[in-house]
C-alpha cells in the first residue's frame, strides 16, 4: 500500500504562483512514478507532469509545458509541483498518484495510477 497526501492549495490571483507538495508513505517502493492530475467541476480528469522517481526524468502535458515544473526530495519522499503564471482556467481540484508498474517512461494516463491523494482545491481568480 501507498498513502498520498497533497498540500499547499488555496486561492490566488491570476499571475501568481503555487507550490503544492505530494507527500509519499508506506510502501515507497512501490511508487515508481508519481504524476500530478487536475479535475475542473464537469470535466475529466487530466493529466499534467510526472517524474520517474528513481531517475528523475520528467513529463510534461502541453497545458502546462513551460509554466509548470515537477521535482522531487527523494530523502523527504515528497514531490512537488511549482506552479507559476496561473490562469482561471487552471481552477481545479489537484491529485497526486502512484504508479506501481513502470518500467519505462513515466506517462499521466489516469488509469495507469493504482494509487490517489485526496486532492487540494487551487482557485485562481481576481
Known amino acids: 500500500q501507498v498513502q498520498l497526501v497533497e498540500s499547499g492549495g488555496g486561492l490566488v490571483q491570476p499571475g501568481g504562483s503555487l507550490r503544492l507538495s505530494c507527500a509519499v508513505s508506506?510502501?515507497?517502493?512501490?511508487?515508481?512514478?508519481i504524476g500530478w492530475f487536475r479535475q475542473a467541476p464537469g470535466k475529466g480528469r487530466e493529466g499534467l507532469s510526472c517524474?520517474?522517481?528513481?531517475?528523475?526524468?520528467?513529463y510534461y502535458g502541453d497545458s502546462v509545458k513551460g509554466r509548470f515544473t515537477i521535482s522531487r526530495d527523494s530523502a523527504k519522499n515528497t514531490v512537488y509541483l511549482q506552479m507559476t503564471s496561473l490562469k482561471p482556467e487552471d481552477t481545479a481540484v489537484y491529485y497526486c498518484?502512484?504508479?506501481?508498474?513502470?518500467?519505462?517512461?513515466?506517462?499521466?494516463?489516469?488509469?495507469?495510477?493504482?494509487?490517489w491523494g485526496q486532492g487540494t482545491q487551487v482557485t485562481v481568480s481576481s
Open positions: 517524474i520517474n522517481f528513481s531517475s528523475g526524468s520528467t
Open positions: 508506506g510502501s515507497t517502493s512501490e511508487a515508481r512514478a
Open positions: 498518484g502512484a504508479d506501481r508498474s513502470l518500467w519505462g517512461m513515466c506517462t499521466v494516463t489516469p488509469v495507469r495510477y493504482t494509487y
